[in-house]
């Protein structure tokens, strides 16, 4: 089971990886070539003895890790937490979620925005802290308050202007801020970089085992605070699972099986054990990787199968969005899918997980189908994507010289029938990455 729900949470580049360790680990299993039309009928047998195989697969991700009876509060619980994280979170993403429950003070979340806009990939802030107070009219003291602020996030580090400064900041969260380690860094990090530890022993009176171990601290810290949120890590780069396309009036997914060999039980091994080998101990090691090889191939027929129907569900109740655009996604939890396809939730969330599929409008993450979503005055429902979108198309037609403010974006929402607070706009458009209003205005 452990082996299924592994196979099933793999993105198909990460599953090829793991299917060519099982290849090497099994010598029972090979590779299977295109076969002629005439031996399909032989491939349809292994399928029909694979699909014979499920029934404990089936009812295990159905029926498992169901609360008997389910109170209001713990199914909000379990629902928030399946249809959370629907897009890949930025750093910008990240601090903006904690900005605002920071403050509400409007010219600190000013200030904290507009450094948060000027940070580079690796989390450091890159504009003079000046030209900050003068791009979020605020002042210079006001300034330093946001950035401190920022400074207090996770990660640890971020919001620092050099090396030093973010390095320090992680010893202060982690209790050092006296430590040895902190006066090194502040004063000497030349020479420890350059592992004079003898130098430092004697200037500061302490044994060299106590520089080095100072020295193995501060290499554990992290120089890139927001490196991991980066979207140009080689891990980010992803091949759709499938693509969305219209055959006739349906849309339907279609699965790219490329990436994930096709399997099979080696002609070879299966002769052998119907030998009489004499060897008790052998024949049981067959049988056994044999066993295991057809768990595999099952693993992976089922993981399509399920993978398939789940898309297949997302593509039938999202028929809006793949003829018009992001602007009519629909809300979507992943619990209605689960119950639409037969299988826990969990299943759902895994099947999703770290996956991609194209679209006419581009590659997008299978999660960011699933989103919650507003009811405007006429009883319509809207997903909070499509809000996004409406906010972006307010933005992109606003006049340069006198940009649309959170609030004015609000009252013009609210004219259409959504009623949403200004917070919840702000994190939209910082989400979007568009600049506050008063860094948009062209003179």
Same mark, same amino acid.
């Given at each position: ?12 580049? =990460? ?30 047998d292994e399928i029909n003895e694979i699909r ?84 979020? #009219? ?26 030093? =400064? ?9 209790? #050092? ?32 085992? #106590? ?24 891990? %980010? ?71 398939? %129907? ?7 109740r999202q028929e809006d969005f793949f003829e018009n ?115 948009? #205005?062209?003179?």
């Amino acid at each position: 089971m452990q082996q299924s729900l592994h196979f099933l949470q793999a993105p198909s580049l =990460e599953l090829r990886s793991l299917v060519q360790q099982e290849l090497q680990a099994n010598p029972t299993l090979e590779e299977k070539v295109e076969e002629p039309e005439d031996k399909e009928d032989e491939w349809d047998d292994e399928i029909n003895e694979i699909r014979k195989m499920d029934e404990d697969w089936r009812e295990y991700f159905s029926q498992n890790n169901r609360p008997n009876t389910p109170t209001s509060e713990l199914q909000k619980r379990r629902q928030f937490l399946f249809d959370s994280q629907v897009e890949q979170e930025t750093l910008s993403d990240h601090l903006i979620s904690q900005l605002m429950l920071s403050t509400e003070n409007e010219d600190i979340l000013r200030a904290a925005e507009t450094i948060i806009g000027n940070l580079n990939e690796n989390g450091y802030l890159t504009v003079p802290l000046d030209e900050i107070a003068t791009s979020a #009219r605020v002042t210079p003291e006001q300034a330093q308050t946001a950035l401190t602020l920022i400074q207090s996030f996770h990660p640890p580090g971020v919001g620092a202007r050099d090396l030093s =400064e973010t390095l320090l900041i992680q010893l202060a969260q982690r209790g #050092r801020g006296e430590s040895l380690e902190t006066e090194l860094i502040r004063n000497d990090l030349e020479r420890l970089g350059r592992k004079r530890y003898l130098e430092l022993s004697r200037h500061y009176k302490v044994p060299t085992e #106590r520089i080095q171990e100072a020295a193995e601290y501060i290499g554990r810290l992290q120089p890139h605070p927001g490196a991991s949120y980066s979207a140009d890590l080689p891990q %980010n780069v992803v091949q759709p699972e499938a693509a969305f396309v219209k055959v006739g009036n349906t849309w339907t997914a279609q699965l790219n099986d490329d990436p994930i060999p096709r399997l099979k039980i080696s002609d070879t091994y299966k002769d052998l054990m119907g030998q009489n080998l004499g060897d008790k101990n052998l024949k049981e090691y067959l049988r056994e990787r044999i066993r295991a090889g057809k768990f595999l191939i099952k693993c992976l027929y089922q993981r399509q199968q399920t993978i398939e %129907n789940i898309l297949n569900e997302i593509a039938k109740r999202q028929e809006d969005f793949f003829e018009n655009g992001i602007g009519n996604l629909k809300p979507l939890t992943m619990n209605q899918v689960a119950e639409a396809v037969g299988v826990h939730e969990t299943t759902v969330s895994r099947a999703a997980s770290n996956k991609y599929a194209q679209t006419p409008w581009g590659v997008f993450p299978i999660k960011f189908f699933f989103t919650s979503g507003y009811t405007t005055s006429e009883g319509e429902t809207m997903a909070n994507t499509s809000i996004k979108d409406s906010i972006s198309a307010l933005i992109d037609r606003e006049n340069p010289h006198k940009p649309l403010s959170d609030s004015e974006i609000v009252d013009i929402l609210k004219d259409r029938g959504i009623e949403m607070a200004r917070r919840t706009v702000a994190k939209y458009r910082a989400e979007l990455g568009i600049l506050p209003s008063n860094l948009r #205005r062209q003179l």
